[in-house]
């Protein structure tokens, strides 16, 4: 899988967290300050988290690399899989 469909299955939903506002309806000071804080809050973290996820998926791309012969890679490749089984790849010549 590419690196932006990976993000995309594995990202945080972070306008989810906006349901935090929806304890402001009372509006009271304190409740639009601790509802409103914890909303905003969380939704900027996941923002965050999100595209610093994407840009490491996109530094650690492995998928269309040419590995030449005694070169050592370190990446990520994803899998579309139901399952989380262990993975051996094998190189045969």
């Not at 000071?29 to 809050?41: A, N, R, T, Y």
């Amino acid at each position: 899988m590419d690196p932006i469909e990976i993000k995309t299955r594995i990202q945080q939903t972070w306008p989810a967290y906006g349901l935090f506002l929806l304890g402001c309806i009372s509006t009271s000071p304190l409740d639009i300050l601790v509802f409103g804080g914890i909303g905003v809050g969380n939704m900027y973290v996941a923002y965050d988290a999100n595209k610093k996820l994407l840009t490491e998926l996109m530094q650690y791309d492995i998928t269309n690399k040419e590995i030449k012969p005694g070169e050592s890679v370190i990446g990520i490749i994803g899998f579309e899989a139901l399952h989380s089984d262990p993975i051996t790849i094998k190189l045969i010549k």
